[in-house]
Structures are given as structure tokens and as C-alpha cells.
């Protein structure tokens, strides 16, 4: 049962003589002990049995524990259910995602440890996160204990869904035949196994009653729950045909977990992708909240807690992001970790609050070991002996399988191109005769063969606005050129960070990423306002994600930079924006592209800003850097063990010169290897894959301008 007040409730159970711990928790001394009185048996009755002579005396008085104001940074940390048994869990084709999103029970335990020895008391978002009558949400100020720091935690996804039977995970929550929380495995020879050293609830119970100051007003954890295959390991869900009877058995262990002190949130119903998903729309949206208050909240109680499938936060104006409000979820949470230093982020908006929760998983462990270090020391929780020897220094191990217990990797493929605009002649060429009289089917299939397409959209996208005042060039596509990007290209995302994407004014521009929208295209670099600027568009490629971001050194006017509350691209004449906005995608996915429009047009080399900023960007975590605006192919550069294309060129669009060049990234192992592609163009109406001297002379040219980057003979940057 929850106690928050009055706190002498919980100090009740404590005696004047058991010690109390240090700030920093020394896991070597024995827990906290609850005293009982000398030379007594449980029932007061002296231990000899014999009648005694001098009344009993009495258990002294508990002293209250000393609490105070809490002003410093809370955090939020949260876990997925855990890799309960990873010699079976590493051995099946589930593992590399196990490997990537969970921790094991060692490193449960150890995460647990630490957290004690570092300071923290469990405590319940509830209790900071205050909602008045009229819907208001006010922050609380949180009491602890003195020399202590508050800390929740939440765990998501803690279904244990039907179709994870049987890869090295827990079935089910249950009761004990003593009542006691524990979980329940179900091998191949149908026999029930309890288990209560293998899963986040019974250790974490089992920890707080070994070290009790660690949970000193009773709190817990947050239960992310979804509902489409039922909760907690039962088929609650609406088509589930023993849906009754299994409502039934669900109910007691969910009262359990209530009077143990856990509490439960939304994961949303089906855990949909809200943002990257176009065609999960408003209504979408509300239907999944109605499911999931009849089929979960009817079980697990009322909550004013949603927590985002996959960490996707839509704009905060957006209507979907509206409606889980209006909907009786102002406490939302998402998925990120800050830099170095930086406290934890959080918003308050009146009548919502928002809060970045840090993951503790596979990837963090081995990846921002700095970043978890105000929570814990990631060398002391990793256990890489469970997870086939990995080193926690090696790369994040994206895409892997393993094979007779060796990672073997399966690369993400990325084609990307240079500056695209099918306006004028070109784009009256593709109207009238189709894709194969702008681009050989070759290079097409090379683009469509990619796991993801990227190009620069240099160009407006409507049948809306008028010409920019001054302007020398003015380019505007008709939106069927949507058609030729989607089919012939398999374009996923498009950079609008350039000196033309608002060629036609606002009115076409919003046009544009409304096209976009309605063709699920991608796009990053421009937006609504500054942070939909600032946003990564991010592609999962089995298990793999990749987030794309985009900016501008090129601005006809300074009109055309996003604002607070005013559309735009993002500009980085300043590159502080989108090197933040890079840090923050580091934080959440497994690769960073970030492609940039600099530089001067028709010049070779590289402008001393595009390096600088190159640098910057590879500094904060991107894994690749790809250029456009100069018209033709500048140097390649391999900096930090990240490769740079500085510009790649005219792609599609009027060309000066006979070539272009257009790269393949391959995206394994935690690094991104690219390829340069030759391609000739001819003109400005058709582009092709450049062959025998052509090609050959052209990669010659190219590695004479970049001095920074061995070029191999199979065109990769080493």
C-alpha cells in the first residue's frame, strides 16, 4: 500500500536502534535491520520460557526518520522486463533486440546497487506531478530523507506477450501460494517455474525489503502497460477468447502490486508510431486511448500517466499530442538522455507536464556510459560474461544476429543523393515522358534497393504562391513529382533545409510539407516552427534506427529562418542548434545522419565553415556528414572514423558539369561506411551511373581533392 502522508505512518515500523544509513549507501555494511527487543521471542514472552520476575519491558519509541525540501534535478529512469534467461534469449533471433533494449538480471541488481550507493530513495511521479480540480498541473515540492535524492522508475512493456514465449523471457506475473510476488516461466516441458531473482517486480521488492531506506514512503515503480495482447502475462485483450477468466486471475496480483507500492501508466493500447507513422492520425489516436481505459484501466484503476511508444513525442501543438490531454493524460513521458552536466528535461505548460525519462538498456550501457554516470557507473552494471563476452566499450551493436554465439551483421543500407529540383524543363521532361527519360534505371534501382532513400528537396512542391520579391531563380515542382520521388526512388526523407524550398512564399511551403505528409515522405530540416525544424526524422529498419536531421548555411532571407511560433528551416550560420539537435538524436537512436546545404557555389574545395562545422556535428555524435549546394562534388574526409561527403553535387537539376555523385551508407557495428558512386550527368535533364574511363577518371579527380580520406579501390572512404 502507498504511504506518502503522514510519513510516521511508515516510521512506525522502524526502532530507535536500527542504524541508519550513509549517504552514499555502503552495500559492503548489513541492510538496515528492524529491531526487536532484547532477549524476547516474537510473542514478548521471555526466550527461557520461565516466569519472569520484572515486567517486560517495553519496545522503545521509533524515532521519526529526518526529511527535508528536495530543490535538485529528479530523474527518471527506466528499464524494459529483463533478459531472464540469456543463454536462451542470445541464442535465438530475438537476441540481438533483447541485446540492444534490455538488461539482464546481474545487471539489474547492480543497477539497483548503485543507485543506493549514489544517494537515491524511490519515489512516486504522483507525488511531484500535482493535477488541481480545474485540470491545472502544478509542480510539488518533493520531501526525503535528509542527504538523499528522489528517483522513479518505471519499467515498460511489462506484458510479457504471448508471441515472446519461449526466447528467454518471463511469461507472467503471479501470486505465490503465500500471496508473494514472483514470476512465472513455462518451458518446453509444460511444468511451472516460479522465479523470484530473474524480473524487475520480485527483485525490486526483494531489494526493498533488504535494504528498506532504499523505499522509505513505500514507493515502487511505474508500469508502462499496452493492452492488445493483455497485461501483466494475462490475455485481458477484447479478442482474447478466455478474456474473462483471465480479467479475473489478473485482478489479485494487480491489487498486490497496488499495496506494494507499484503504480501503472499508459503505454498506449497497440504502441503505434504516433509520429513516424503518417497514417496514425487524430482519430486514430483517441480510438487507442477509449481502448485502452475500457480493456487496461478498467483493471489496473484510473491514471493520469501516458508514456510514448518508442519515446515518439509529437509537436506540442499538434492535435494527437491535444488530445492525450484532453483525454485525462497530462502527465506525459518520453525517452532521452542530456548531455553531460545537464539536468534531466522537463516542461511545464500549465496544463501538462512533460518528462524525459534516461534508458538503462544494452545500447546505454555500452554507449553513454558519461551520460548514466549521475545515475550509475555503466562499467560496474555491464555484464558483458552474459552477453557473449562484449566488451562495454565496443560499439553499439546495431543490426547484429548471432550465429553459433558470433555477432554477424547485416548492414542498413542508406542511399543518398545531392540537390534535387524538378522544376521547369526537367520536371516538364518527367511529366511528359516518364522516369526513364531523367534517370537510367540503374541508378533508380540503386536508390530503390536501399533499405532508405534521402535527397535535398530544392524546391517548393505546390500549385499555391507566388515567385519570392528579388529572387534570380524561383523554383517550384508540381506536386506530382511526389509520384516519381516516391515510386522510382523509394524516397523516405528529404532535406528542406536550402536556399529554395520557400521560392514561392509560406502559403506554398506549408503546401509542401502538407504533400509530404499525405505521401508519407519524410522530411527534416524545416517545419511548422523551430522545433519541428529541429526534429529528426527517424527510419526503424529491422530493429535499426536511423534519424536524420538537417540544416542550412544558405538563406536568401532571414524571414526564411523557423521561429518559436513561426515555419521555417533551420538555419546554422551558428551551428549550436543543429549540433544540440544532433547530441539529442545521439541519445535515442542507433545512427545520426545529418545532411547540410554550405558552401560556395562551384567551388572544389570545402569552405573553412563547412569543416568547422563538419567537425562540430561528428563531435556530437554524428555518423555521418552529407553536403549539397556548391553544384559540384567537393572533397571527401574521414574525421574521428566518420565519414564526410562535403557536397555531392547536382543530382537531379540543371547541371554545369558532366557528373555527379551520389553514396551508399553502410550502417553496422555501431559505424557507417560510404561509398561513392560516380554517376554522369547530362545536362539538366537526364543522370546516370558513370562507367569504364568516365567513372574511373572521375574517382582519380576526387581522391586528389580529398587528402583527408583513403578512397579504396571498391570507392569506400577508409
Known sequence: MRRVFPILLIFLLLASCAPRPSVTGDLSSPPVQYASPPDSSPSGEPSDGEPSAEPTPEEPSPSPIEVEAYAGPLYHAFFHFLIAYPDIAFSTSYGKNLDRDCVTPTEFRRSLEEFYRNGFVLVNLNDYAGIGADGTVTKKTLMVPVGKKPLILSFDDINYYSKNHGIGICDKVVLDENGKLAMLTVPEDGTDHITYDNDVIPMLEAFCEEYPDFSPFGDKGLLCLTGYDGILGYRTQSDSPNRSSESEAVKPVVQALKDAGWYFGSHSYSHFHMVENKSNDLEQVKRDTRKWRDEVGSLVGDTSIYIFPYGERPAWD????????????????????????????????????????????????????????????????????????????????????????????????????????????????????????????????????????????????????????????????????????????????????????????????????????????????????????????????????????????????????????????????????????????????????????????????????????????????????????????????????????????????????????????????????????????????????????????LMAFWRSLSPDAVIGEDRRLR
Open 318 to 697: 499538434d492535435p494527437k499530442f491535444l488530445s492525450l490531454i484532453g483525454d485525462g493524460f497530462p502527465l506525459l513521458m518520453g525517452v532521452g538522455i542530456t548531455k553531460p552536466d545537464a539536468p534531466p528535461y522537463e516542461k511545464w505548460a500549465g496544463n501538462y507536464f512533460f518528462m524525459d525519462r534516461w534508458f538503462i538498456d544494452g545500447t546505454s550501457l555500452r554507449r553513454y556510459p558519461d551520460r548514466l554516470a549521475p545515475l550509475l557507473d555503466a562499467a560496474t552494471v555491464y555484464c558483458p560474461e552474459e552477453r557473449d563476452d562484449m566488451p562495454i566499450t565496443a560499439p553499439v551493436s546495431a543490426g547484429a544476429v548471432y550465429y553459433n554465439g558470433d555477432p554477424v551483421y547485416r548492414a542498413v543500407t542508406v542511399a543518398l543523393g545531392g540537390d534535387v529540383s524538378l522544376a521547369g524543363s526537367l520536371g516538364a521532361r518527367l511529366a511528359g515522358k516518364g522516369p526513364d527519360a531523367v534517370i537510367s534505371p540503374e541508378l533508380a534501382s540503386l536508390f530503390r534497393s536501399a533499405d532508405i532513400a534521402m535527397v535535398n528537396l530544392e524546391s517548393a512542391v505546390s500549385d499555391r504562391g507566388e515567385p519570392w520579391p528579388g529572387k534570380d531563380f524561383a523554383f517550384r515542382a508540381d506536386p506530382g513529382v511526389l509520384d516519381f520521388l516516391c515510386g522510382a526512388l523509394n524516397t523516405r526523407v528529404v532535406s528542406l533545409a536550402n536556399n529554395h524550398s520557400i521560392d514561392y512564399g509560406f502559403d506554398a511551403f506549408s503546401d509542401t510539407l502538407a504533400r509530404l505528409d499525405g505521401y508519407g515522405i519524410g522530411y527534416t530540416g524545416g517545419g511548422a516552427d523551430l522545433e519541428r525544424a529541429m526534429e529528426p526524422y527517424v527510419v526503424d529498419v529491422d530493429g535499426v534506427t536511423v534519424a536524420f536531421l538537417a540544416a542550412s548555411q544558405i538563406a536568401p532571407n532571414m524571414e526564411w529562418y523557423a521561429k518559436k511560433d513561426s515555419p521555417g528551416l533551420l538555419m546554422a550560420y551558428d551551428p549550436a542548434l543543429i549540433v544540440e539537435a544532433t547530441r539529442s538524436a545521439r541519445a535515442l537512436y542507433d545512427y545520426v545522419i545529418v545532411y547540410m546545404h554550405w558552401g560556395r557555389e562551384h567551388e572544389r574545395e570545402p569552405a573553412a565553415a563547412q569543416v568547422i562545422t563538419a567537425h562540430k556535428l561528428v563531435d556530437a555524435g554524428a555518423d555521418a556528414v552529407i553536403g549539397a549546394h556548391p553544384h559540384c562534388v567537393q572533397s571527401f574526409e574521414v574525421y574521428n572514423g566518420r565519414p564526410v561527403a562535403y557536397s555531392l553535387g547536382n543530382f537531379l537539376m540543371y547541371n554545369h558539369y558532366d557528373n555527379t555523385a551520389v553514396v551508399v551508407l553502410y550502417l553496422r557495428d555501431g559505424r557507417a561506411e560510404l561509398e561513392i558512386i560516380p554517376c554522369r550527368a547530362e545536362g539538366a535533364l537526364y543522370t546516370s551511373l558513370a562507367e569504364g574511363r568516365h567513372a574511373d577518371g
